[in-house]
């Protein structure tokens, strides 16, 4: 029996203790923000924080997690997740959306462990997480403006 | 009948209040309205706004969105006539019905070929204006004043003194009659088209976790369908052992597919779906599988392109006289051009739902970009008459033309997944990455030879291009309105048809057979046509001893409206990149222009490093013409979007095949364009008062030329593609 919280709530599992925390998300607990890019960890569609990292679910088996706490794009809601969010929307980033919880994931593990990054610092961090969209570009620059929304 | 595709922003239907007044396009093209219930008896009513009694908006949606800012632009349509905020109007899909929701560009239901705003314009623009007029009529006569007096803004109607919100009159508004003619607002009054500063009206769901696409769906009691597709063309299940997939706590049961291409895996959820296909054996039966590899159909297409060509295309000279012309010139530039065949790699893996009806018909839960055609296709299979066939739109996470297929490929292997089992429980297919890269429906593969002769002055006296490539349409339902003369024309459209005035011009095709299924791919044949010519006139410019801006705008002076048009997005590009200043030491720049699906796109790419080492993509700059613009933002977008589509593929993307079997499976092989790949992008609208065309793809078919070009100024000229595989390296 692994135990987890996920959004701050208790969760309990009992199954296969190799499968990916990606599939106890979007199956077992219906929450399907998070989304299934590649399975490989070529992609970040899946990124979750574990404890307030970011790692992707896709890669994160269930008995990894035990006394884990999972932050989904569900539960956002740290000051660095609103600003991500409201100069996400400012830009105009989404189109197809399908990458996008993920990108957000990673944005907001990058601005709460650097709040004031580089653009080269940016690129770097984010370079895991592909959009076949090729939104990149709105996304470096919601990551400033979130930066920017953080500050005031 | 559509449903919550967000659950805070798009919703419609059942749940939703009562629907007072519709406003559509009869089969006639003449405006109609008419109460929901009578809307919904009416079979050739087409609704594009619906108001309820409490005096909501919304927006049905003929086209499916895969990101391509669908929603935001045809609900900024009716949001524009009808004063309203644009996050006020709700979006509802439009339901698949052929008759009612026609593209107008296809003749069917579909979204396809950048049409969705060009087709659509008119229609919505046309049916908010009348549920304007119908909303101030209704309001005049309850106050006996003259509607002339009466405005609408913001849900509100006010004028002569008064002043009330339109749910006070949206009853009597369905009992006015119908303007045939309703005046559309004067452009100088618009407050949404056209206006930079617009939020798309799908960012919320995206950004929240909220949004539904496809793979989100979840139904009681569904089950899980993975698919072992035979590992090559044609190959075929002899027998399989699922004895190791019984170990897997979800598995359900596994059955061969009914043409034996390959077993269905079902199981209660998606992991353990995966987990018992990766424990099945099969053993396959080869005799009539495709055995050939890259290298075998690569060699023979560049035989076909030094050989005689299949099919004349275009002959202002004859092979004859363009053997002379090329014989007497000054100069002839030459070169061979390969282009491998691409996956479309949507973010989303392929997948769809379909769940059993109480009436024995089936419901298809997909982000469909060809419902029209899925429709009857899925009702075939299922032996179902259409009536019991319905879809169900969902979002869609990318499409670049995969979805949409002649065989409806995917929406079939659901179906005949749905078969085999009792019916009774809905039935989720998943592909996973590796079905998705590996599963065919591939941007055919190209190869182009051209020769262009030049007199002493640099002008060009004949050019003599032969293509050999795999047909789109050939062998499919479409090969009766694409291929006319032998020639599928998106084999060679941006050749014969250039706008450049190039005298005597030789265009020849020849046909070579695909080793799995080819499907159109974001610009089609653009994507290797430009490339072509947009390289080729690269080095005639440089063997001319001329600017290559230069050069073009010359091929362009004719005065045609293309002429212009192209010739103006050419001068914006090399105006805004600063062209006439010399790039910055260790850089280089390189330009292309294009017109394709009616729009025109020029792009300069400026690069820096060395081809050993690794080049740096500083910088594209882009202008685009693509007449009327709804919304700057999204067509900046799917500028930003399509270029670096274009240019990640061109970069270091191939589907190969080794005896007869795809050798790439998933990302790391098949590398996406990543954020640190392109430094920056700048994109730059031309003004046009001409009806608005496409924006989803032609941003693509100029990135990959621009960059060839630039490299070339580093030193490499990439004639073969990708790129990677010529010793460039990119940093
Ligand atoms: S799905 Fe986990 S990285 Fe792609
Ligand atoms: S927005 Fe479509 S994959 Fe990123």
Redesign the interface.
């Known amino acids: 029996m692994t135990k987890f919280t996920i959004n701050g709530t208790e969760h309990a599992f009992e199954g296969d203790p190799y499968m990916p925390l990606l599939w106890y998300l979007r199956d077992f607990a219906q929450m399907t923000g998070t989304k299934f890019g590649c399975g490989v960890g070529s992609c970040g569609a899946c990124t979750v924080h574990l404890d307030g990292e970011p790692v992707r679910s896709c890669q994160t088996f269930m008995s990894d997690i035990e006394g884990s706490s999972i932050t989904t794009i569900e539960g956002l809601e740290s000051k660095a997740s609103k600003a991500v969010q409201q100069a996400w929307d400012e830009m105009n980033v989404v189109q197809c959306g399908y990458c996008q919880s993920g990108q957000i994931m990673q944005a907001v593990g990058l601005l709460v462990s650097n709040p004031k990054p580089e653009l080269s610092e940016i690129d770097e961090y984010m370079a895991g997480n592909a959009c076949r969209c090729a939104t990149y570009q709105r996304i470096r620059g919601a990551i400033v403006r979130a930066s920017e929304l953080m500050e005031a | 009948m559509t449903l919550t595709t967000s659950r805070r922003n798009f919703l419609i239907g059942a749940g939703a209040s009562a629907t007072a007044l519709v406003i559509g396009l009869k089969a006639s093209g003449a405006l109609a309205a008419t109460p929901e219930a009578a809307a919904a008896a009416e079979t050739s009513f087409t609704p594009f706004v619906r108001i309820s009694a409490e005096g909501k908006i919304t927006a049905v949606i003929k086209h499916f969105?895969?990101?391509?800012?669908t929603t935001t632009g045809l609900t900024s349509l009716i949001a524009e006539e009808l004063n309203a905020d644009l996050q006020d109007v709700d979006v509802a899909f439009a339901p698949s019905n052929n008759d009612l929701y026609k593209n107008l560009a296809m003749g069917m239901q579909g979204t396809g070929g950048s049409t969705a705003m060009a087709n659509s314009y008119q229609q919505y623009r046309r049916a908010g204006a009348a549920a304007r007029e119908m909303l101030i009529a209704a309001a005049a006569e309850k106050w006996n004043v003259s509607a002339a007096d009466l405005t609408l803004s913001d849900g509100v109607i006010s004028g002569a003194g008064k002043s009330a919100p339109i749910a006070d009159f949206v009853t009597a508004a369905a009992e006015m009659p119908v303007p045939a003619e309703p005046k559309l607002k004067d452009p100088s009054d618009f407050r949404i088209i056209g206006k930079t500063g617009i939020?798309?009206r799908?960012?919320?769901?995206?950004?929240?976790?909220?949004?539904?696409?496809g793979?989100?769906l979840?139904l009681p009691g569904q089950i899980?369908v993975a698919v072992l597709h035979a590992p090559r063309t044609g190959a075929k299940v002899a027998s399989f052992d699922a004895s190791g997939a019984e170990e897997v706590?979800g598995f359900i049961e596994a059955k061969a597919k009914q043409d034996n291409s390959g077993v269905f895996v079902y199981a209660t959820?998606?992991?353990s779906a995966?987990?018992a296909r990766e424990a099945l054996s099969v053993e396959w039966n080869f005799d009539a599988a495709e055995s050939r590899g890259t290298d075998d159909i690569r060699a023979e297409m560049m035989t076909m392109v030094n050989s005689d060509p299949e099919f004349t295309v275009k002959a202002d000279l004859s092979q004859q006289e363009a053997a002379d012309a090329l014989a007497s010139a000054d100069q002839v530039i030459e070169a061979e051009f390969w282009f491998p065949n691409l996956a479309h790699?949507?973010?989303?893996?392929l997948n769809c739902t379909i769940s059993p009806r109480e009436d024995g018909g089936i419901i298809l839960h997909d982000g469909c970009q060809f419902p029209a055609l899925v429709h009857p296709t899925i009702a075939g299979v299922l032996n179902l008459d259409p009536s019991k066939v319905e879809i169900r739109t969902l979002?869609?996470?990318?499409s670049?033309g995969r979805r949409a297929n002649a065989e409806s490929d995917y929406n079939v292997e659901a179906a005949l997944a749905y078969a085999l089992t009792d019916r009774t429980k809905p039935v989720k297919m998943v592909w996973?990455?590796e079905d998705d890269v590996r599963g065919g429906y591939y941007r055919p593969a190209f190869a182009h030879k051209v020769r262009v002769g030049l007199d002493a002055s640099g002008t060009i006296v004949a050019w003599d291009h032969r293509i050999a490539g795999q047909s789109i349409a050939k062998g499919t339902m479409f090969e009766n309105f694409m291929v006319h003369e032998g020639v599928d024309h998106t084999s060679v459209e941006g050749i014969p048809d250039t706008p450049y005035a190039i005298p005597g011009l030789h265009v020849g095709l020849t046909d070579s057979k695909p080793l799995s299924k080819v499907l159109w791919w974001r610009s089609v044949g653009n994507t290797h046509t430009a490339y072509v010519m947009e390289t080729m006139l690269d080095m005639v410019a440089k063997a001319a001893g001329q600017d290559p801006v230069d050069y073009r705008l010359k091929l362009l002076a004719g005065g045609t409206a293309d002429q212009n048009r192209l010739a103006g997005v050419l001068r914006e590009v090399a105006d805004k990149s600063g062209w006439s200043n010399k790039a910055p030491e260790g850089h280089a720049r390189g330009v292309a222009v294009h017109k394709s699906f009616g729009s025109y796109v020029a792009e300069i790419v400026e690069v820096s490093g060395t081809v050993e080492d690794g080049v740096k993509i500083e910088k594209v700059t882009c202008a685009v013409d693509c007449g009327i613009v709804i919304n700057p933002?999204?067509v900046i977008?799917q500028m930003?979007?399509?270029?670096?589509?274009g240019i990640?593929h061109v970069m270091r993307n191939a589907i190969t095949f080794d005896g007869g079997e795809v050798v790439q499976s998933?990302?790391?092989d098949y590398e996406?364009?990543?954020?640190?790949?392109?430094a920056?992008?700048d994109v730059h609208i031309v003004a046009s008062t001409d009806e608005p065309t496409g924006v989803g793809e032609p941003g693509v078919p100029p990135s990959g030329p621009a960059l060839a070009n630039a490299i070339a100024g580093l030193g490499k000229r990439v004639t073969h593609l990708p790129m990677v595989e010529n010793g460039v390296t990119f940093l």
């Open positions: 969105e895969m990101g391509q800012g939020r798309r799908d960012t919320s769901g995206k950004i929240n976790g909220t949004a539904q696409f793979m989100d979840h899980i706590a959820d998606t992991w995966f987990q790699a949507a973010m989303e893996p979002l869609a996470g990318g670049f996973s990455r933002d999204v977008a930003e979007g399509g270029i670096g589509y990640g998933n990302f790391y996406p364009l990543r954020m640190p790949d392109i920056a992008i």
